[in-house]
Nanobody
Framework: QVQLVESGGGSVQLGGSLRLSCAASGNILSIESMGWYRQAPGKQRELVASISSGGSANDGEAVKGRFTISRDNAKNTVSLQMNSLKPEDTAVYYC??????????????WGKGTLVIVSS
């Protein structure tokens, strides 16, 4: 089994910053992609940012220039630095990891989510 544990959510005012972290553990051979998605009330889950094992990042349009994703391959962790936060960034943020299991098969796992609230 694979577990993803997120941390770092909370409440912040307009223009503030937060840093989210996620650690993957368990029956992991390799992680090809790690990323963050978010889901606001009444909306579909959307990509925030993802990053490959080689360090190539893909940012969602809504967060370009404000959020930065990074990962530590040795520790199977991914972080999201969120700056210049806006009320529309309010959502539950989910960590995702895709790769290969140490036993046969692929993995596509999600964390339980961490709530980010941005007030004006």
């Amino acid at each position: 089994q694979v577990q993803l544990v997120e941390s770092g959510g909370g409440s912040v005012q307009l223009g503030g910053s937060l840093r989210l972290s996620c650690a993957a553990s368990g029956n992991i051979l390799s992680i090809e992609s790690m990323g963050w998605y978010r889901q606001a009330p009444g909306k579909q889950r959307e990509l925030v940012a993802s990053i490959s094992s080689g360090g190539s990042a893909n940012d969602g349009e809504a967060v370009k220039g404000r959020f930065t994703i990074s990962r530590d391959n040795a520790k199977n962790t991914v972080s999201l630095q969120m700056n210049s936060l806006k009320p529309e960034d309010t959502a539950v943020y989910y960590c995702n990891a895709r790769g290969r299991l140490a036993t046969m098969g692929g993995m596509d796992n999600w964390g339980k989510g961490t709530l980010v609230i941005v007030s004006s």
